[in-house]
C-alpha cells in the first residue's frame, strides 16, 4: 500500500488531470459519507474545469423530493435515481450553452459508513451516467464497494480516493479491462475495501460483454466471487443470495455432464425436503468454478470460461466463479451472502480429498479446516462413487476415512454434518469426465450419451485441445 503522502499525491494528480480536461464537465452526488469525492477535485487546481455542481442530499425527505421514493436508500435503485436526475439536469442547463463540445458527465455515490454502534456491514454504490463523446446519448458505469475497514475516517477516504480512480479509468483506461480495473484500485490498500459488481451500460456498449469485467474483478483479487444468473447477465452475489437457501456444486465442468446435473437434483431434492416451505421457494442452485480451473499456464482462457457459463446457464444454472481453492473458505463465503442452510455436494471421490493434508492451510490442519465447513448451518451432501480398481461402490454410509480420521468422520456422519444422497443413474459412474474427454478426443460417439445436449457444442471444442478433468 502506498503511503498516505504519495496516496494524496497521486490522487491529486489525478484530480488535477481531469480539472484540465476540457472535453468532461459534470456535476457530484454523494450521499453516507460527505462530499469525499468532489473534494479532491475542490483541493486540486482548475476545479472549476471540471465541477459543475456538488450536492449531498442527506436528510431522507431531502433525497426523496429530489431523486423520489426508494425501498432502501444505499441500493442501486437509488443510485440510478440519483445519476438520472442529475445527468438530466446538467444537460437541460448546460446542454445548450456548452453540449457541443463537451461530454458531460454525473457521478453519483450512495454510502453506509460505520456509525455510533455500528458493526457493519458498510458499503456503496457508485456509478458514473456519462458521454462517450459530445451530444451523444448517456452510457453508465455502476459498481458496488464493500468497506472492509472498521473505522469511518478511513472509509470516507477511501470512498473519495476510489471516487477519483473511477473518473480517471473511465475517461482515459477503458479501451483496456486490466488497466481500467487496476486503475481503480489503484493506490488502495485492497484488505480495506471488495469490489463485487460492475457494469457498463447504455450507448457504446450494447455488444459489451460485463462478463469478462466479473472476472477481470476475481482475478485481480479485487472480490472474491462473481455470479452469473441462468440468462448470463452478471449479478452482485450480496443480492442473488441474500437470504436464500443454497445447494453449491464446486467443479471445473469440462466437460458439463450428465453426472453433474443428476448429482445436482438429488441433492436439491434431499436438500429441500428439510425446509420448510417458505424456504423451498427461495433455493439457488449453483455450479461454482475456482479460477485455477480457468488457468491455462498463466492466463484464464476466457473462450473456454464464456463456453462454460454459457452451456450451464442453457441448462438453467446459476454459476459463479471465485479464486478459492480450499472448501472451508468457500463456506465462509457463503455465509456473507446468506444465513440460510446451505448444502455443498460432493462426490466420495472429493470427500476423500478432504481429508488430505493438502487442503488443510490452517495452523489447526484438517480438524480446524473441518471445523469451519459446518459453520452456520453448512453441511456436505454427499453422492455414491464407484471405485473401479475394486468395483466398490461406495455410499457416504459404507466411506471408510483415513484410519487417524476415522472418529472425526464418524462423528461429522453422526451429527448430521455429512448428509448420505440416494444415487440416481449409476450407469454415470462408470464414465468420469476424464474418460468422457478421452472418448470425445477418440472420435467415440458414445460421449453424447455422457453429455446433456445443450453441453454438445462446447464438448465437441475438446477434440484436440487440452482441458480439466
Not at 166 to 181: A, G
Amino acid at each position: 500500500m502506498a503511503s498516505d503522502y504519495t496516496q494524496a499525491a497521486a490522487t491529486q494528480e489525478k484530480a488535477f488531470c481531469i480539472n484540465m480536461d476540457k472535453s468532461v464537465y459534470g456535476s457530484f452526488a454523494e450521499i453516507g459519507a460527505g462530499q469525499e469525492t468532489a473534494n479532491w477535485f475542490f483541493r486540486s487546481s482548475g476545479a472549476a474545469g471540471t465541477v459543475a455542481k456538488t450536492i449531498s442530499a442527506y436528510d431522507m425527505t431531502v433525497s426523496d423530493s429530489l431523486y423520489g421514493p426508494v425501498r432502501r436508500y444505499v441500493s442501486e435503485e437509488r443510485l440510478q435515481q440519483m445519476m438520472d436526475y442529475e445527468f438530466r439536469q446538467l444537460v437541460d442547463r448546460l446542454g445548450e450553452k456548452r453540449g457541443k463540445d463537451t461530454c458531460f458527465f454525473a457521478y453519483a455515490n450512495t454510502c453506509k459508513c460505520k456509525g455510533y454502534r455500528d458493526n457493519g456491514p458498510w458499503m456503496a454504490w457508485i456509478g458514473v451516467r456519462f458521454q462517450l463523446k459530445p451530444g451523444a446519448p448517456p452510457s453508465d458505469f455502476v459498481m458496488h464497494v464493500r468497506l472492509l475497514v472498521p473505522d469511518h475516517d478511513l472509509q470516507m477516504r477511501l470512498l473519495g480516493i476510489l471516487g477519483v480512480n473511477v473518473l480517471h479509468s473511465l475517461f482515459y483506461k477503458r479501451e483496456h479491462m486490466d488497466e481500467f480495473v487496476a486503475g481503480i484500485s489503484n493506490n488502495l490498500d485492497p484488505a480495506s475495501f471488495e469490489i463485487d459488481f460492475m457494469r457498463f451500460s447504455g450507448h457504446g456498449f450494447g455488444m459489451f460483454d460485463n462478463r469478462f469485467l466479473a472476472l477481470q474483478l476475481v482475478q485481480s483479487g479485487l472480490c472474491e466471487a462473481t455470479v452469473f444468473r441462468p440468462d448470463g447477465s452478471v449479478a452482485q452475489p450480496a443480492d442473488l443470495l441474500y437470504k436464500r437457501p443454497i445447494v453449491l456444486m464446486r467443479g471445473s465442468f469440462t466437460p458439463i455432464c450428465n453426472i453433474h446435473m443428476e448429482m445436482m437434483e438429488s441433492v436439491h431434492k434431499k436438500f429441500v425436503a428439510g425446509l420448510s416451505e417458505e424456504q423451498r421457494g427461495r433455493v439457488a442452485d449453483i455450479c461454482e468454478i475456482s479460477l485455477s480451473n480457468l488457468l491455462r499456464g498463466s492466463a484464464v482462457d476466457l473462450v473456454a470460461f464464456l463456453d462454460r457459463v454459457e452451456a450451464l446457464a442453457a441448462l438453467g444454472k446459476t454459476v459463479m466463479v471465485t479464486n478459492i481453492a480450499h472448501f472451508h473458505r468457500m463456506s465462509t463465503l457463503l455465509k456473507k451472502y446468506t444465513k440460510e442452510p446451505v448444502a455443498i455436494a460432493l462426490s466420495i471421490g472429493l470427500l476423500n480429498e478432504l481429508f488430505k493434508d493438502k487442503w488443510a492451510d490452517s495452523t489447526g490442519g484438517i480438524l480446524s479446516s473441518m471445523g469451519h465447513i459446518f459453520v452456520n448451518n453448512t453441511k456436505l451432501y454427499v453422492t455414491p462413487w464407484l471405485n473401479r480398481t475394486t468395483g466398490e461402490f461406495v455410499t457416504a454410509g459404507t466411506y471408510r476415512a483415513p484410519e487417524k480420521y476415522h472418529y472425526l468422520y464418524r462423528h461429522l456422519q453422526q451429527s448430521g454434518e455429512i448428509v448420505e444422497v440416494p444415487y440416481f443413474n449409476q450407469k454415470l459412474l462408470f464414465k468420469t469426465p476424464r474418460d468422457i474427454t478421452a472418448m470425445i478426443r477418440a472420435g467415440n460417439e458414445e460421449w453424447k450419451e455422457y453429455v446433456p445436449q445443450a453441453a454438445h457444442r462446447l464438448a465437441e471444442h475438446l477434440k484436440g485441445g487440452s482441458a480439466d478433468a
